[in-house]
């Protein structure tokens, strides 16, 4: 998969698990988990990615005795996975065209 596609669908992805409620890492990667596989390095490079794009802030809250780290989507995170599902229309397109020309062939 071409890496700027994928980095566009794992920020969407990493956006869309904070939409609802803030959240650390492992609870990220566990909710994510039914859909896809990510490593704790991509996420967290993800993270940074988004936080230095401020479509995410970052707190710290004691949770067990240590720090834990929480995400928060901010507005400009919002308006990312609004622009996702507007793209995603034209991605399904262009990949039922492609496929489409896979089973065509697959015909004659």
Partial sequence: MDAQLKRGLLDACVLAAIKDEDSYGYKIIKDMKPYLEMSESTLYTVLKRLELAAMLT???????????????????GRRRIEEFKREWCEIRSIANFILKEDTDHGKS
């Fill in 58 to 76: 970052v707190y710290t809250v004691e949770h067990g005795g240590r720090l834990r780290k929480y995400y928060r989507i901010t507005p400009a």
